[in-house]
């Protein structure tokens, strides 16, 4: 039955792909055809030839958060000095509202200790990139979107820490400064680095327009990530993997643009295509590595935690939006912070959960809520882009 229900949702996954109309939601349906598999053959998302599945989410969060870095430039966040209320405002919301609400619901509830955990963490963590997309199908502020989401992450390394130990610190133990590394690791340094790559891509500096350049340094980059595998991790503070990840996409990402170009003539948005892909694909297996050593907590608490992760979702919308509005933001503008309010860096919200708190059942939450908002986004965009504020 199992085998059956993964046949059918990979099925329908691909037939959305390809409707205009439900493209949005295909990645919900292939997150759901994922889960569907763990549940039903949990060893395939255990080991294999030996090596432990679970060792690799890390490196694919870190590559998902590198493609988040190469949407991003510093131009988006100078942008806080020339409009800075709209992102206060929003800032202030993102890590008032959900984390507070996260707390609220865990007591609402009753979730066990680690599971509760996890619904503090998604609260607690900064807006994810797909709160971009979300704002401009819905014609929000897409540049305040960007900025908000570009200072909460920048912010998070201090915020996610402090916000966890204050209020998950009575459900799990709490190391402030391991999980302030952990988060420079997995978020900061790969989207630093997506930074750069963002400048050797689209900036259009004279230095990267030379073949020459280009190759010296995307030679250097990767030869930088093989010298940094060599350097023993006590060394480097907690930051090797990420440094590995961030100097290898660098260096694959920029001659990868070399051959599109300069060989083979392709178009010049290929990585704006291929990234998201990369990361969803990610994201999918993720969240089966997660529901495989999960799956019978998942049976007994699935539902209340959709639930849960539902109010969370919805109540970040409608408190991010009002909260907005009683600080004299405009409708645009109240919008789009309740969007960035209301989705969170769920992959972020994953690692920390496996990596720094070592607890499977602690990343349920965020797996959950990151498919979700996803639908939930989407909605509300439609919805918004039909009704243009009167203002």
Same mark, same amino acid.
């Given at each position: 039955?199992?085998?059956?229900?993964?046949?059918?949702?990979?099925?329908?996954?691909? %037939?959305?792909?390809? #409707?205009?109309?439900?493209?949005?939601?295909?990645?919900?349906?292939?997150?759901?055809?994922?889960?569907?598999?763990?549940?039903?053959?949990?060893?395939?998302?255990?080991?294999?030839?030996? /090596?432990? @599945?679970?060792?690799?989410?890390?490196?694919?969060?870190?590559?998902? $958060?590198?493609?988040?870095?190469?949407?991003?430039?510093?131009?988006? /966040?100078?942008?806080? !000095?020339?409009?800075?209320?709209?992102?206060?405002?929003?800032?202030?919301?993102?890590?008032?509202?959900?984390?507070?609400?996260?707390?609220?619901?865990? %007591?609402?509830?009753?979730?066990?200790?680690?599971?509760?955990?996890?619904?503090?963490?998604?609260?607690?963590?900064?807006?994810?990139?797909?709160?971009?997309?979300?704002?401009?199908?819905?014609?929000?502020?897409?540049?305040?979107?960007?900025?908000?989401?570009?200072?909460?992450?920048?912010?998070?390394?201090?915020?996610?820490?402090?916000?966890? *130990?204050?209020?998950?610190?009575?459900?799990?133990?709490?190391?402030?400064?391991? $999980?302030?590394?952990?988060?420079?690791? $997995?978020?900061?340094?790969?989207? !630093?680095?997506?930074?750069?790559?963002?400048?050797?891509?689209?900036?259009?500096?004279? /230095? +990267?327009?030379? @073949?020459?350049?280009?190759?010296?340094?995307?030679?250097?980059?990767?030869?930088?990530?093989?010298?940094?595998?060599?350097?023993?991790?006590?060394?480097?503070?907690? !930051?090797?993997?990420?440094?590995?990840?961030?100097?290898?996409?660098?260096?694959?990402?920029?001659?990868?643009?070399?051959?599109?170009?300069?060989? +083979?003539?392709?178009?010049?948005?290929?990585?704006?295509?291929? !990234?998201?892909?990369?990361? $969803?694909?990610?994201?999918?297996?993720?969240?089966?590595?997660?529901?495989?050593?999960?799956?019978?907590?998942? *049976?007994?608490?699935?539902?209340?935690?959709?639930?849960?992760?539902?109010? #969370?979702?919805?109540?970040?919308?409608? @408190?991010?939006?009002?909260?907005?509005?009683?600080?004299?933001?405009?409708?645009?503008?109240?919008?789009?912070?309740?969007?960035?309010?209301?989705?969170?860096?769920?992959?972020?919200?994953?690692?920390?959960?496996?990596?720094? @708190?070592?607890?499977? *059942?602690?990343?349920?939450?965020?797996?959950?809520?990151?498919?979700?908002?996803?639908?939930?986004?989407?909605?509300?965009?439609?919805?918004?882009?039909?009704?243009?504020?009167?203002?």
């Amino acid at each position: 039955m199992g085998t059956v229900l993964v046949i059918l949702l990979v099925a329908a996954a691909v %037939l959305m792909t390809r #409707h205009r109309a439900l493209k949005s939601y295909a990645f919900t349906v292939w997150v759901f055809a994922f889960v569907a598999a763990a549940l039903a053959h949990p060893s395939l998302f255990g080991t294999w030839f030996g /090596f432990d @599945l679970k060792y690799l989410i890390v490196p694919l969060i870190q590559i998902i $958060m590198f493609g988040m870095g190469t949407t991003l430039s510093v131009a988006d /966040f100078a942008r806080v !000095l020339a409009v800075p209320w709209p992102v206060v405002v929003g800032m202030v919301a993102q890590y008032l509202v959900m984390p507070l609400v996260g707390f609220g619901l865990t %007591l609402l509830f009753g979730f066990e200790p680690e599971i509760a955990a996890g619904v503090v963490l998604i609260g607690s963590a900064p807006g994810g990139v797909a709160s971009n997309v979300i704002n401009y199908l819905a014609r929000s502020n897409v540049a305040l979107s960007v900025t908000m989401t570009a200072t909460s992450t920048l912010v998070s390394p201090l915020m996610t820490p402090l916000l966890m *130990k204050l209020l998950a610190g009575r459900y799990i133990s709490i190391s402030f400064v391991k $999980m302030m590394v952990d988060i420079f690791n $997995m978020i900061i340094v790969p989207v !630093l680095a997506g930074l750069i790559a963002n400048r050797m891509l689209y900036g259009g500096g004279s /230095f +990267f327009v030379r @073949l020459r350049h280009m190759v010296l340094f995307c030679a250097g980059c990767v030869g930088a990530a093989v010298c940094t595998t060599m350097i023993p991790a006590d060394l480097l503070g907690g !930051l090797k993997s990420g440094l590995v990840v961030g100097f290898a996409m660098v260096g694959v990402v920029g001659l990868t643009k070399v051959l599109i170009d300069r060989v +083979f003539r392709g178009p010049g948005n290929w990585m704006d295509r291929a !990234l998201p892909v990369v990361s $969803m694909a990610a994201i999918c297996l993720i969240i089966g590595v997660i529901t495989a050593r999960s799956s019978e907590d998942l *049976k007994r608490v699935g539902l209340a935690l959709l639930a849960a992760s539902m109010m #969370h979702n919805v109540f970040g919308y409608m @408190l991010g939006y009002w909260f907005a509005r009683a600080l004299r933001l405009s409708v645009i503008d109240a919008r789009t912070v309740a969007v960035e309010v209301g989705m969170q860096n769920g992959g972020m919200a994953t690692g920390i959960a496996m990596n720094t @708190l070592g607890s499977a *059942k602690a990343a349920l939450a965020p797996a959950i809520f990151g498919p979700w908002q996803n639908v939930s986004g989407s909605i509300l965009a439609t919805y918004w882009r039909r009704r243009p504020p009167r203002e």
